[in-house]
């Protein structure tokens, strides 16, 4: 497996293949101010089928281009340059940063610095930078190796949870005395409910499936946690959503349930993407609104600077590991068969336990 390329149909995400023609584009000479990426491991969560549900609304298809019907969906992971015909960029230097489902990556390294690159290919430039930006991953800048595994599978989501409860801050809870968090058993959830429960003062309530009510209940970060069926018995007070599950059948009974009371609707996540739609009418309560992560770290860099940004996030989530590692049972696998199955079961919903990953091989 020296070389591949994992591809999905981007009208059916459960039809894949491998790129057989990915070898010959490889070993393509490198253009002035390009360099080429080993991708050497990433991560594989919910989060990464919902780039694939929202590929065409958010442009995450525009990263790694495929031709029709394929599409490239974008992971989270570790990749060691292998050539470079960029002055600034060394053989041997380990990147963290947005990678397709592939064995290498073409970048155009541009704003190099101490800290990494962003990537300046022209079909990325349009898109948000947050995406495009590759960190050199040393101990020194904040990536000690023992962290890797962790940091592929839980930071993204992790940073995702930081950004929303920010913004939850800012806007002071909008008013509300509990936050509502679908798809309860997702790490971005899980994520937030850790922050919310830890660092703010606010009532956090889970809502999940009823196979998952005694592992959410588990984490210790929910105040209470109720099953999908029973939302009728959720007691009103003002609240504000933070739908991670995307399922509008659900986001529709919550909001009818709570009404006036319900002060800020966010959208987050499709995790329940293969859900019926629900009507299409308008709800009570507050207006449904996309929360698009980049956005917010762009405001809070803004305000209050990179170096700061860093910090806060650095500092939380190094109490947010050694709370993830109790319950998450990684399983790595190392070969196209392996990516192919771990695949399916990610888009299957698996146990909320299980934290997946893709090692290349050494050799």
Not at 117 to 146: D, I, K
Not at 255 to 284: K, W
């Amino acid at each position: 497996m020296s070389a591949f390329s994992f591809r999905v149909d981007r009208e059916d995400l459960h039809k894949t293949s491998f790129d057989s023609g990915y070898v010959g584009a490889i070993e393509a000479p490198l253009k002035k101010g390009e360099a080429l990426l080993s991708v050497d491991a990433f991560a594989l969560t919910a989060n990464n089928i919902t780039y694939g549900v929202a590929g065409d609304q958010i442009g995450y298809w525009q990263f790694f281009p495929q031709a029709l019907p394929w599409g490239q969906i974008p992971v989270w992971g570790f990749g060691t340059v292998v050539a470079s015909d960029v002055e600034t960029l060394h053989v041997g230097q380990r990147f963290y940063g947005y990678f397709p489902m592939a064995s290498h990556l073409r970048v155009e390294p541009g704003k190099v610095s101490p800290h990494g690159f962003v990537c300046q290919a022209e079909h990325r430039r349009a898109l948000p930078q947050a995406y495009n930006q590759y960190s050199l991953a040393t101990p020194e800048l904040g990536f000690p190796p023992e962290e890797d595994r962790m940091r592929m599978l839980l930071n993204p989501l992790f940073t995702t949870a930081f950004l929303l409860a920010a913004q939850l801050k800012d806007a002071e809870y909008f008013s509300a005395e509990s936050v509502l968090l679908t798809s309860a058993s997702s790490k971005t959830a899980m994520s937030l409910a850790y922050l919310l429960n830890r660092f703010h003062n606010v009532k956090v309530v889970g809502l999940t499936s009823k196979p998952n009510l005694d592992f959410v209940q588990s984490l210790g970060v929910y105040q209470s946690v109720i099953a999908y069926e029973a939302l009728e018995q959720l007691s009103v007070e003002p609240a504000a959503l933070i739908d991670i599950a995307g399922n509008s059948a659900v986001r529709a009974r919550l909001h009818r349930r709570f009404a006036d009371q319900l002060r800020h609707s966010s959208l987050v996540g499709i995790t329940h993407y293969e859900a019926e739609p629900g009507e299409r009418v308008p709800l009570p309560g507050a207006e449904p609104t996309p929360f698009f992560a980049p956005s917010q770290a762009e405001k809070m860099i803004k305000e209050g600077g990179q170096d700061r940004f860093r910090a806060e996030l650095a500092e939380q989530w190094a109490g947010f590991i050694c709370h993830a590692v109790a319950w998450c049972d990684l399983k790595v696998v190392s070969d196209g068969a392996g990516l192919e199955r771990v695949y399916r079961d990610v888009a299957s919903n698996p146990s909320p336990r299980n934290g997946y990953l893709f090692e290349r091989a050494s050799g």
